[in-house]
């Protein structure tokens, strides 16, 4: 217990840990522009025992209390299947909301640290929620408006908070706004010449959608070029096929299959794309439950949506720089804009991904929100 009042405890047992989850809901009580999580799937995903992500990583939560009051949380995370793949030793903070306070961030990230360095992990990295494979990133830009479906929302203040705290960029990932009038026709046109240049060297290229039909089929193709397509990028975690199942079972109730394309060469997939319509427009007036009254409202608010968040797009290594990634663009905007949608959110793109960020320029792209990882190397315990 500081001077203050302050003391930040150790997440044990099933109330200490719905303390935890009702914590972002307490400070984010008056915030406008947050959209509420179903606080089931909160739950789920912190759960050690049935969620798969705790299959490959160990972690702790912690809540800060002032006066025994719940003002903030953190996540200290040693993500096992990170490490064997990047060949390093760090540790990450994730699912962090305080009110806006130096001291309560001090102090939630100074566990988080003194966490990671007990186990002799090199560096705290964050803020990943618990990955890069799910909502991650601090928004350092674009606080005007309200966050597209799993991108990671925070309060104008965070950055300046974290950083007080000693920790630095490690990198930026942008979000690209693109509207029916913004497009570049002329990406059509593109993707065209694309299909003919690889039928003059007698390759065949196609565009499917998914087969609900075959849906365990579908889902090992997606983690196939997932895994593959990804495998390069910075902060890259391999998905296991217990996570990919765990993800589709989630997703399964909301995919729109004509927005689901895989790309293939030849008749083998060499790359996907994936878009779900921007449910947080609805979600935002379900206060973070599922009860009939909400599912009711979720039901009537969503055949009103006309925006999409593109979540996925990549091509295999072998098959970059030929234009398929333009033919991937051109055709989820090809089947959106017929489905009704106007709009799309695309990202995160990483900084230094070159051609991603080149291709949704050409297309009529706008970056127009930034996601910032920080990290902050650790003394040793």
């Not at 902060?235 to 995919?255: N, Q, S, W, Y």
Request: aromatic letters at 10%; proline letters at 6%.
């Amino acid at each position: 217990m500081t001077a203050s009042g302050l003391r930040v405890a150790t997440v044990r047992g099933p109330r200490a840990l719905a303390t935890f989850i009702e914590t972002a809901y307490r400070v984010h009580a008056n915030d406008g522009l947050w959209v509420p999580p179903p606080r089931r799937d909160v739950r789920a995903l912190l759960d050690r025992k049935h969620h798969p992500f705790h299959e490959h990583a160990e972690v702790e939560y912690f809540v800060a209390f002032r006066d025994d009051q719940p003002v903030g949380r953190i996540a200290a995370i040693e993500n096992d299947a990170h490490n064997a793949f990047h060949g390093e030793r760090i540790g990450f903070f994730g699912f962090l909301d305080a009110v806006p306070e130096q001291d309560v961030f001090d102090a939630l990230l100074r566990r988080a640290e003194q966490w990671a360095a007990a186990r002799g992990l090199t560096h705290l990295r964050g803020p990943c929620s618990p990955s890069t494979n799910e909502e991650c990133g601090l928004l350092v830009q674009g606080h005007e408006s309200p966050p597209f479906l799993m991108t990671a929302w925070n309060p104008e203040s965070y950055p300046a908070l974290v950083e007080g705290a000693g920790y630095a960029k490690a990198r930026d990932m942008f979000n690209y706004w693109v509207s029916t009038h913004s497009y570049n026709p002329r990406m059509d046109r593109a993707a065209a010449l694309v299909v003919e240049r690889f039928a003059r060297k007698g390759e065949k290229v196609t565009v499917r959608h998914l087969d609900k039909n075959d849906f365990s089929g579908e889902l090992e193709r997606v983690r196939d070029v997932y895994n593959t397509a990804w495998e390069k990028n910075w902060g890259f975690v391999p998905m296991t096929r217990a996570e990919i199942d765990h993800m589709a079972k989630e997703l399964k109730p909301v995919l729109v299959p004509e927005m689901v394309h895989f790309l293939l060469v030849n008749g083998k997939e060499a790359g996907f794309a994936l878009s779900l319509p921007d449910y947080n427009l609805a979600m935002r007036h379900m206060e973070g439950r599922l009860g009939p009254r909400q599912v009711a409202t979720f039901l009537l608010l969503k055949r009103t949506i006309r925006q999409i968040r593109v979540m996925a797009m990549g091509v295999k290594a072998e098959y970059r720089n030929r234009g398929l990634e333009t033919l991937l663009v051109a055709e989820t905007v090809r089947s959106s804009t017929s489905l009704g949608y106007s709009v799309a959110e695309l990202g995160w793109i990483l900084e230094d991904n070159r051609m991603m960020n080149r291709e949704l320029l050409a297309m009529g792209g706008r970056p127009y929100k930034v996601h910032r990882i920080y990290e902050k190397a650790l003394i040793p315990a």
